[in-house]
C-alpha cells in the first residue's frame, strides 16, 4: 500500500513539473521595459532581454530599449536623422500571438497616415504599407526578470499579391 501511494505522488509530481514547463505566456507577462546588456554574444538569433531597471545605465545596449504597453502600444529607441547618437523614443504599435508566441513591433503609422494624405501618389508606389516592422520575436521563455526570445529576420522583397499566388 505505502509502495502505491508512493508510486503515485511521484506521478502526480512529475506530472505537475512537466506542465509547469509548458505554461502559456500571455500578453500581459509581457508588459514593461525591456533592455540587452552591453556584452558580446555569439553570433545567434536567441537573445535575452532583462528589465530595464536590472541593468545599469551604462551596461545597456545603445538602441535596445523597448517598452511594451497596454492597449498594444509601445515604445523603442532609434536614432536621430541629424546627429548619430542622438537617441529618440519612438512610438508604435505591437501585438502577441500567444500560440505561437510571436510579438511583433510595428512603427511609423502616424508617420505613414500623414504621409497618404500629403501625398497620395508617392505613398501609393511605396506600396501603401499601412506600419513598418520593427521588431519580431519569438519567445521562448520568461525567467527571473529575464525575457529569453529568438529573434526572427526581416522578410524583404515584394509584397505578395494574388497573381504571385497562382
Known sequence: MRKSVLLFVTFVLFGLLSSAQQTKISEFDLYGCWVLE???RPSTNIITYKHCEDVAHE???FRSKI???AFNESEHESTG???CFTTLTEKGTWEFD???RIASLY???EWLKEFK???PDEYTSWGSPEKFDKLKFRVISIENNQLTVEIIPKQYGKKRTED???
Open 59 to 61: 551596461d545597456v545596449k
Open 107 to 109: 512603427s511609423g503609422h
Open 117 to 119: 494624405q500629403l501625398d
Open 81 to 83: 536623422p541629424l546627429a
Open 38 to 40: 552591453n556584452k558580446k
Open 67 to 69: 517598452s511594451l504597453l
Open 98 to 100: 500567444k500560440n505561437s
Open 164 to 166: 504571385s499566388l497562382e
